[in-house]
């Protein structure tokens, strides 16, 4: 794990990017869940089936689509070319959110923890503004990243239906 701040290169993904991305998608949660998520689980994810939908989301955000939604998703490009993160922030997807904006995802390598590509990504798809995430129960790491960033556990929880693990959802309010 580097300690090192990087800049990285924060914008939207390119249709281009999607086998990379599909790539990096299976790969960080295999590191981000291993012995948190079941194995079968893990195991069972498809690159090829991530790279399919980074298509789509690449090409929501060039027609514009993801926008006129709400909806904004970044990659983290490391300044030698590879793509080592993402993230997308929407319009809340439950019934009654605690505030109208959802943290939906934020991925990064592992070897690339501690960089800043979260924290750029973050700065990129949220700002400052109040949201809402899920993170699955057990990720410490996330945890901790996102109380650096304003957001504490507020005693809801659920489970990731497509493995079955249980989560908590964390909330930044308004200053």
Do not use: C
Request: proline share 6%; hydrophobic share 45%.
């Amino acid at each position: 794990m580097s300690e090192e701040l990087v800049l990285y290169t924060v914008r939207p993904p390119r249709l281009a990017d999607a086998p990379q991305l599909g790539e990096l998608h299976v790969q960080v949660w295999r590191q981000a869940y291993a012995g948190i998520m079941s194995e079968e689980y893990l195991a069972g994810l498809r690159p090829a089936d991530r790279a399919e939908r980074w298509r789509a989301i690449a090409a929501e955000e060039a027609e514009g689509v993801a926008a006129a939604d709400g909806k904004v998703t970044r990659v983290a490009e490391h300044p030698d070319g590879r793509i080592v993160g993402f993230a997308t922030v929407a319009p809340a997807r439950d019934d009654e959110p605690p505030v109208p904006l959802e943290l939906w995802v934020i991925n990064v390598l592992a070897e690339f923890h501690g960089t800043g590509a979260a924290g750029q990504l973050l700065a990129a798809t949220l700002g400052d503004r109040s949201a809402y995430l899920w993170v699955v129960e057990g990720n410490q790491r996330a945890i901790a990243f996102y109380r650096k960033h304003g957001f504490e556990l507020d005693g809801e929880r659920s489970v990731h239906e497509a493995s079955g693990t249980p989560e908590v959802r964390m909330v930044r309010r308004p200053a």
